[in-house]
């Protein structure tokens, strides 16, 4: 039943992926004139690397069958070209996919493992200075620019001097060990992912307490006090449980402002990920590159929505997909 | 005492709580205040947003004194020198034989100096520009640019939630996907996308119009599936039967009696989105894609302190960033409390 679910949401999304990538397909050609012509002018490509991907990308023909012939090349694991690093994008595109997977990973971790427990302990002290001054925080938190915020702290460490001030290895990289590899990318990640969930660890903490709040109004636990249990099991087995649930539902949508967020502080930060990734081929108009990696990063909030779903199934014994129907 | 709110008294009763709020009132002033400086910043600026001068790149913030040779003075500001160090970096030395009175609504601005003396009330930035006339002049651009954005994808948002909830079946499942399609990309991705697209020989009113565009495009989807399952619901009420049987044309039946019923709730969501395009724009001019660079924005002037270098030797620079900081959490609070106070899930 819940592979006929997953199933079921795969081929949805499958199509809305489809439209997505028309979308980004069509905007490309929108700009006014062909960006060939801006090829041929450069020095550095040769005319036949030109004429062969005009042929290959069918640049003569009607929109839609140059969008059908650039989808089943996309199926083929033909991507295109990135004029601008003078390789094909998926050369490019893996290991920056990789790396924002990381700094999105971490960052997701150290929100919900801050957020959670500081909710429940905002919710618990209700109107006392804990509870205030969280709140006072997470306003702040919640306003500030997430990019501004990463030029302070980057000020702040090169006043200091411990953590490296932004790229993701050390010049030495390649001299290292494994252990002294993980070590060195720890340390390069701890500016950009600490920022990163700071903001959306705000809002989290937020929605936390709220949920805490509303569940601890519950008849249930009233009930779970009246018979006499204690206040650590009343909170941390009936209410927290509940309060839990609506969060998991939101993760879906936290990973659309996670990558958004992400790709600012990978440029500020200058983090070799796939938003980076993403302004430099806007900047050198590379077309390709531009289109893959936004359908990249679609594809990348589609994963994490469905992982969203499942997780949902799992934590909450309520949701049955397959009843549904 | 429970009482039935009608529309009105539930969104008067929002004023009133709103009122009552000392902080959202505070924010509410300090919002009108910093678009009033906006407004007036032809008057408020001693120099025009382009007006440079390349001998003072980076010039710390001028002092203005009252106090020369132990009497007191109309203020003055005295003239800077500038010199290099030890290892080639420029340094401003207070150049105490150079005095340049403050004229007062001189020439039609508020303060300025005579001309071989500069006045940098918050420091200059790398081509000698005053930090202080480009923040306001760029508070033009920032804080119009979330107004005009949220409006229109507000009415977008209003309009297609509106007539997919109403008519439901395949006009709501066809716009349903469309919005579906917008909030798959992940925003800032959709923005940059969206920019690529605008062609680069732009000038600054276009830009200004297409930065509007692509921040609009990218917040109605959200809104337009909030109203769409408020209409859905607000369908079945019996006013809208009564409109209907009377033969009311539909568009007439969802702008007046259906998107009514949901100001309350966007209301609220106005301003939170506000404050998120203000935030979006200075995203994407902090990288060099929006508002580009002799027309000011307070995103634009922060992309010189995306490079660590200059904040370190000339931290007034980040000013801006304070500013967009303040103007953000004013429109958050507000619309915080408007939703508290219009939200009746959110009341205790």
Redesign the interface.
Known sequence: MMLKHVFYRLCSTML??L??SF??FW??H????NFFDSLRLNPQISQETVARYEKLYHLNDPLLVQYGHWIINILHGEWGYSFYYNVPVTHVLGGRLFNTFILSFTSLLLTWGAAIPLGIWAALRRNQWVDRTLSVFS??A????S??LA??V??AA?RWGVLP??GMHSPHYDSMTIIEKIRDTALHLIIPAGVLSLSSMASLQRIMR?NMLGVLRQQYILAARAKGLPEGVVIYRHALRNAFNPLVTLLGYE???L???A??IE??CSWPGL?SL??T???S?DVYL?MS??LL??V???VGNILADILLTLVDPRIRYGARK | MKKIFNHNSRIEQAFASFHCNRLSMLCLWVLVILYGLAIFADFICPYSYKDEDRDFSYCPPTAVEFWDHGRWERPFVHGRALTFNSVHRRVYVIDLSRKYPLHFLKGGRLFTVDAPGRFYLWGADARGRDLFSRVWYGARISLSIGLLGVAISFILGLLIGGIAGYYGGWVDRVLM?LC??F????????M????????ENFNSVQVYVSVVVILSLIGWASLARIIRGMALSLRERDFVLVAKSLGVPDIVIILKHILPQTVSYSMATLMLTV?SYI?AE??LS????GIQDPVPSWGNL?SD??G?VP??FA?WI?LP?LF??IA??CF??IGDTLRDALDPM?RD
């Open positions: 809305l992926l439209a997505v979308f980004t905007l490309m929108a700009t006014p004139g306003f702040a919640f306003s500030t620019p990019f501004f030029v302070l980057l000020y090169s001030l932004g709220g990973f659309a402002s990558l958004s967020g790709a600012l440029i500020v938003g993403l302004l081929a806007v900047r108009k531009v990696s936004t990063a679609g990348l909030l589609i | 996907r579906e399609m909030m798959m990309i992940p925003g800032f991705y959709l940059l996308a969206l920019r690529a697209a605008v062609p404050s935030l200075a995203g902090v990288v060099g894609l922060l302190a995306m660590i904040v370190i931290p980040l960033g967009i900081f953000v959490m958050n609070v959110f």
